[in-house]
């Protein structure tokens, strides 16, 4: 069983630069509208985060979710690349971890009578 461990299909590289550019436009999706609402309470267009709640609903749903939004186009050109060269760069390191590991790891001398 731990023989095929080691023979199943890998995901091709074009595919994990796919699915890491994904979770960076995925989290950026989730953390662009909280850094907008974390930047408007820094500089003092709200003064806290129910003031920035309220600011954000007194234009409207279709009015500020837009504004939440502002600035995407930098957050996903950065967001999508770096994820996909973490999630290439953590796959190939995990490869050539697993390929290169020990086949035996022998106990250390006081724990080889436990």
Do not use: C, E
């Amino acid at each position: 069983q731990d023989a095929n461990r080691h023979h199943k299909p890998q995901p091709s590289t074009s595919t994990i630069i796919l699915s890491g550019a994904l979770a960076g436009v995925a989290y950026w999706l989730w953390a662009l509208p909280v850094d907008t609402i974390k930047t408007w309470i820094q500089s003092g267009t709200a003064s806290n985060l129910t003031h920035a709640v309220k600011m954000s609903q007194r234009h409207g749903l279709v009015q500020s979710i837009p504004s939440l939004f502002r600035g995407w186009q930098v957050a996903y050109s950065r967001g999508a690349p770096s994820a996909a060269i973490t999630v290439v760069t953590y796959s190939m390191v995990f490869r050539y971890l697993q390929q290169h590991q020990p086949q035996h790891v022998p106990k250390p001398k006081d724990q080889a009578s436990s």
